[in-house]
């Protein structure tokens, strides 16, 4: 994610700021132009100064403090080109709700983001019911003998439990599941990949392609995941794969690896942002000095992603050691998983729009977000 800053004062303004505390100017991120915005009062709508000869206003979720994205003031859609993807929030009812959805919507306004970014194709299934993409965000029901809602991806729509936006709960299935790193971000990379996978694999026809980095999709999922649960990731599996959960099913092998490629873009674009840079004064080992002087997000070949984020990582999990927490990267990149990143950055490039910027808002009016 990039930095921005403050059109009127020069302030710098990071991706979810609503006010700049500086000057005082309420903030809005204008999607077509990439931008996070200075407002000034326009009648009933603003004048963004990153655009001032335009109009906006907030996307209607901004009522709950949920989304800081602009639509233009004429525009017939009351929400953003982010919040037009939900189709189920949750009940409103209570703070509890509103609080947890809005840990959704901060992950989910960074994914939005970021396949913008990468220029991939991106719809609604209001849009484009075949090939479009739709959130459920869905609370448990009250009675706890019914099924609690399980996060996962169905055609096109993503389901997340509103359960998984509390710390301690998502905590508590990190240590039950044995996972080493669980987030909510992480969830939407992982599950958007298997959409992506119905998009630029399976109706690309790139199933053999993928099949020989990935494995034989074909094989039983259920039985998979079954076996997987009950015996456990194979014996040295780390040379080949990224994740326990990985080893699971191809399918699973491919939205792990995709997650990881969309963590290492977006953490690159971070750092880049920062000027960090890293220069071992113990080392002369040329392979954990790295720096971001390059686009992430338009680098040619995953190398350069790879070579940058390996000393970047070694430095950014030393930084949390010494404040006693886990690391923030704790996957190992082995020479297998990075073909596999390789195959998933060939295929996001491929996929690209000859603009590879921001969607333009939608000249339909989505209808408002159903509850739960």
Not at 8 to 28: D, I, S, T
Not at 56 to 68: S, T
Not at 72 to 92: E, G, I, K, W
Not at 277 to 299: M, Q
Request: hydrophobic share 40%.
């Amino acid at each position: 994610m990039k930095l921005f800053r403050c059109q009127h004062c020069g302030q710098v303004l990071y991706f979810e700021n609503v006010k700049c505390e500086r000057c005082g100017h309420a903030l809005g991120f204008m999607p077509r132009h990439g931008v996070l915005s200075a407002l000034e009062p326009a009648g009933e709508a603003f004048k963004p100064l990153a655009a001032p000869r335009t109009r906006r206003r907030y996307c209607a979720n901004a009522a709950y403090d949920v989304c800081n994205w602009l639509v233009p003031a004429d525009s017939a859609d009351q929400y953003c080109a982010a919040c037009r993807f939900n189709r189920t929030v949750p009940p409103l009812d209570t703070p509890d709700n509103v609080a947890l959805w809005r840990l959704l919507e901060t992950a989910k306004h960074r994914l939005i983001y970021q396949l913008m970014r990468l220029g991939l194709p991106l719809q609604t299934q209001a849009e484009d019911a075949e090939h479009g993409l739709a959130f459920d965000f869905l609370a448990d029901p009250p009675a706890q003998d019914e099924p609690r809602v399980l996060t996962g991806h169905d055609n096109g729509l993503i389901t997340i439990a509103l359960a998984e936006a509390d710390d301690a709960e998502r905590e508590r299935r990190r240590l039950q599941m044995r996972e080493p790193f669980r987030t909510l971000l992480g969830h939407f990379r992982h599950e958007v990949g298997h959409h992506y996978w119905d998009l630029l694999i399976r109706d690309e026809g790139r199933l053999e392609e993928c099949r020989a980095v990935f494995g034989d999709d074909r094989q039983d999922y259920g039985d998979a995941l079954q076996a997987h649960y009950e015996n456990g990731p194979p014996a040295g599996w780390q040379q080949s794969f990224v994740s326990a959960y990985a080893t699971s099913h191809p399918w699973e092998d491919w939205a792990e690896t995709w997650a990881h490629y969309l963590h290492i873009v977006d953490a690159l674009d971070t750092a880049g942002a920062f000027g960090l840079r890293t220069d071992p004064k113990v080392s002369t080992d040329r392979s954990l000095r790295g720096r971001v002087d390059f686009d992430p997000y338009g680098a040619g070949r995953v190398d350069a992603l790879v070579d940058a984020w390996l000393p970047l990582s070694y430095a950014i999990n030393s930084i949390n050691r010494s404040m006693g927490l886990a690391d923030v990267y704790p996957f190992v990149l082995s020479p297998e998983v990075i073909r596999k990143l390789a195959f998933v950055h060939e295929i996001v490039h491929a996929a690209r729009t000859p603009a590879a910027a921001p969607l333009p808002a939608s000249s339909q009016p989505a209808p408002a977000p159903a509850a739960a």
